[in-house]
């Protein structure tokens, strides 16, 4: 269904991460691996977490609904509904 569909294959929110990520990147000059991971570390649980735990999705009872009545998907949706 189209509902799900949307929430599935939005890519604004994947854009707005890495846009998050790149302002991370472009500030210095990191020594290995390990500090660039501990950035991005850093950003997502931080700042990102606050902003994306808060965020609405459209029409989720719906979609929600939806995937319920798919066989695949609503053993797993169970263990997490209330």
């Known amino acids: 269904p189209a509902d799900i569909r949307k929430v599935m294959y939005t890519t604004n929110a ?3 991460v890495n846009s998050s990520l790149r302002k991370v990147t472009k500030k210095g000059f990191f020594e290995n691996e390990n ?15 606050k902003k994306w735990n ?8 719906k979609v929600l609904n939806q995937l319920s009545c798919l066989d695949e998907t609503s053993t797993r949706i169970a263990r997490y509904i209330r």
């Open 35 to 49: 500090s660039v991971f501990k950035i991005f570390y850093l950003r997502i649980t931080g700042e990102l977490a």
């Open 14 to 16: 994947i854009e707005s």
């Open 54 to 61: 808060n965020a609405k999705i459209q029409n989720w009872a």
